[in-house]
């Protein structure tokens, strides 16, 4: 300062050098010490509309005093083209001092021939609302975020701001991060340094594939703006203003899923996974519970999928999955795992199987689908009763267990092999079948046929008599006809069988038998006498025949008497 | 010359049979010793060798259990079954295998009446109610001639009474075996033996799903049109399924 107590300056100002010919300029001469003969020089291609207007502004600070004082005109173009602001002259302390001589380039006529920046216009080259997509053509269902910054210059200050509207993101899921306080650091904006603040992250995943448009956020910003009244002592004057700012709608292109190699029990899981099923325990008693998790871990979108589920077998008691999410959402995404804890009652013995499960998702890093397959589980249930199945014999399924017994162990096979031809043998409808059950039938004719014949062989007395006699015959007689012929051996069975139809008949012992004894013993039983006298010869002819020679003819005759004998004699018996 | 021809066709069976017998024993040993391949694989050479029995089905039945493959252990179970309807340890370990398989369904709600009728036709298999009728048959043949020779009045009332309860007796066997009979020519039961198995609406690839079946589910046959073949469930669902998808029961 103390070296420009003695410096006089004499400047020239221009409001702006390049201005459309409907604008307005102002030329301000200032000088540091009050002069005389003050000449503007002449403004060529301008008409001066208003002017010369002084201003005297001096003050005192800290024992120096400062002093302006201005020349200012206000000027109109009249013509297109480059002119050049010439010098002025004043003569300060008898010096003749100019000012140094300004081009100045007139256009064409602007829209807003607003020769004042508006407190507006400084706020909109001053404040900006930014909202930074992370990918603007992801994957359906893969994680994009969006970071929305307020961007504010320097010159400027932000004292409040209000969220006008919440954007809605229409066919978007998504997830807020919320913040407790805004952080201001700083950055650039097109090259120009800047503050800026943090006001809202988002995380998005898509719904829909094609063009999807995010929402603008708005602001209503309160801002001090430098005016260029200035205070009392020379600063300048902030005005407060509120400004209404909006990010631009932003567009998505969102890429749908390959349909090539999608597999069939895609669920729409995006992202990066590792999939497993475990159980509690795979031995256990019946009525017991074990647990099935299913879980599904890693980057992606973890609560939009449906996680697969097992097929288990019918017969075991399966409630409904508990389900678990340990998901941290970051700007990245989401990530951590989720799981069906599947409750699973076995009520009977027996192994039970629970198939692997496959579970499949897209990798867009890779950009193709990826299956994985858990492992079998076999589930085995050593104590317990014994099921049916679900599927036996309907009605009796209640009763079958019941009738199986709670002890049945799984039995052994069976040890003899019982073989038989392959081939169907059926009892019913063969011929065997129908024999059997139409033959006996045949009876009844044959049956009757017979009864009608043996009563006529009952009513025939005659012929009865015969056969009577012959039957005793054939009884007594047998061994003495085979001897017929054979004279001794002949008359000794006939002795015998004499003998032994009497002892049949009579019941005398061999030793009292004399011809008297027999007599009279036959005539007791009153046996005619003619037949006693038969019998009696019979026995003396069996007697004689040992000393003397007898014929087959007389052989014959004694053979047929005696027949005829025994049967006259029976008939009184 | 022609005995000799059957005393050598005779002693060819013998042998044949004397072999299929040491095949069993051997798989016997083979099943003891956990070897339940080598053991089926004998019980099916005993198949090819033109034999059979409920005890080679039920054993490929076990050997298959322990194996851990549910559709032919469940196939061959059933087909013991066939040949012996009312074994019990046929009957307790299919009910084994079928705890293992995936789909159980409610039968069909039966009226009283329908549930009687089964009670009673299914207590004998139609072969035993045909040798009852025969038995029937002969116990009314023979008490008629007793009526017919009997002179009192009150024995020959009781013969009466007993051959013409025998004869309705008789009949009544006779018909039911015929309706079962029927029946079992009607039923062709068969099990699915593909691990999933979707069941069409339409015997064609074009048509939608009507529903999924898992292996070891024992279905019947109703219907057959080229290489389909329509199937009912136990549950009254029907569908179409290509027909190498399931295996047939009576094949042989």
Redesign the interface.
Known sequence: MAQDKEAITFEVKLSKSKLGINERLRVDFAMNKDGDNFTPPDFQGFRVLMGPSQSISSSWINGVRSYSKTYSYTLAPTAQGKFTIKQATITIDGKVYKSLSKNVEVTAAVDRPNDQMSVDDIADDNLHLVAEVSKTSPYLNEAISVVYKLYVSPSINVSNFRHLDNPKYNNFWSQDMPFTRYDVQNGTYEGKAYRFVVLKRVVLYPQKSGQLTIEPLSLDVTLEVPSNKRDFFGGRIYTQTNKTVSAGKRIINVKPLPVEGKPSDFGGAVGSFEFSVSTSKTTLNASESLQAIITVKGNGNLKLFQLPEPSLPGALEVYEPEFNEEVRTTLSGMKGKVSNNYTIVPSFRGKYPIPGITFSYFDPEIKSYKSVTSDEIMINVMEGPLGSGAITNAPSSQNKQAVIGANDQFNFIKLKPNLTAIGTNYFFGSTRFYFWLFSPFLLIPIAVLFGKRREAIASDIAGNKIKKANKLARKYLSEAKKALGNKDAFYIALEKALHNYLKAKLKIETSEFSKDKIASLLSKKEIDETAIHAFVDLLKNCEMARYSPFSDVQMQQDYNKASETISSIDKKL | MKNLIVLLLLLFSFTA?AQ??SL?NRA?TY?NEGEYEKASENYFK??EN???????Y??LG?CY?KL?Q?APSIYYYEKALLLKPND??I???????????????E??P?TSLS?LY??ITRLLS??Q???A??LF??L??LA??LF??LRYSTQKRIAFIASITSFFIAVFC?VL??IQ?RDFKAEIPAIVFS?ELIVKSEPNNRSSQAFLL?EG??VYVLDELDDWKKIEL?DGKTGWVPSDEIKLLKD?
Do not use: C
């Not at chain 2, 033109?50 to 080679?56: F, L, R």
């Open positions: 049979s299929n017998d069993f016997t099943y005993i198949i033109g034999e059979h029995s409920a005890a080679v039920y054993n076990n259990y851990n549910i019990r340890e009957k307790n370990n299919l009910s084994y295998a079928k705890n293992m398989t995936l789909d159980a369904f039968p069909l039966e549930k089964k009670n139609f072969d109610w045909s040798y009728a025969v048959v002969f009314f043949i008629y001639l017919y020779y006779f075996a015929l009979f691990e898992h589910t024992k136990k042989f």
